[in-house]
Each structure stands twice: as C-alpha cells, then as structure tokens.
C-alpha cells in the first residue's frame, strides 16, 4: 500500500501563494491518476484537483480554476498543488490521494476513484 505525506502547508495572507507537495513510498505513483481534496471546518470533503499519470491531464475545481495548478514529478514520486491568489475561502485541510491506474473523465472529482489518502496539511488564509 502506497504511503502518502503531504507538507508546505501554513498561515498566509490573502493573495498569497503556497505550494502544497505529496511525497509517496512504499509504492511508484508511476501509472496512477493523482488527486488533491480538502475539507473546511464543518464540512464535507470535496474535489481540489486531478493529474493524470503522464501530467498531460488535469481537471480544477470550479473555485480554484485559474489559481491553482496541479503538477507531478513521477521520478521523485512526488505531486505538487501550487496555489496563488489565495481567499479565507480556501482554508481548510488538504489531502493527496492515489486514484487508478486510469484517468476517467467523468468521474476524476469522485472519492470512490481513490484508494490511499495522506493525512492532510493545514493551509489557513487570513484576510
């Protein structure tokens, strides 16, 4: 089973970037669509972004399209989400996650596609 860490959360400013990494072991990711999720206080988690195993895919969130872009270094078994012109609105916990060794177009978003999660960053924006 593939271990999952995610790190580069913190506190930042409204408007200011952070860039978020994923750093697997115990399995390559070499192969798997690769997604980032998060969740806000009080509420459900839902869908940030997805690469696809070669990076030549990605899929946004509505509210982060255009702020946010997903990435993928396959040799280091490692994802990255940058984040620029970050909103309060964009606080919560992030997780990365291990999706199939396939990308599926209509159902990228779902948390049934993914099947190893990390244990989360905190990313707070102040305003």
């Known amino acids: 089973q593939v271990q999952l860490v995610e790190s580069g959360g913190g506190l930042v400013q409204a408007g200011g970037s952070l860039r978020l990494s994923c750093a697997a072991s115990?399995?390559?990711?070499?192969?798997?669509?690769m997604g980032w999720f998060r969740q806000a206080p009080g509420e459900e988690r839902e869908f940030v972004a997805a690469?696809?195993?070669?990076?030549?895919?990605?899929d946004y969130a509505d509210s982060v399209k255009g702020r946010f872009t997903i990435s993928r270094d396959n040799a280091k078994n490692t994802v990255y989400l940058q984040m620029n012109a970050l909103k309060p609105e964009d606080t919560a916990v992030y997780y990365c996650?291990?999706?199939?060794?396939?990308?599926?177009?209509?159902?990228?978003?779902?948390?049934?596609?993914?099947?190893?999660w990390g244990q989360g960053t905190q990313v707070t924006v102040s305003s």
């Open positions: 690469i696809s195993w070669s990076g030549a895919t990605t």
């Open positions: 115990r399995r390559t990711i070499r192969g798997y669509t």
């Open positions: 996650a291990t999706g199939k060794p396939y990308y599926s177009r209509s159902s990228y978003y779902a948390e049934a596609e993914y099947d190893a």
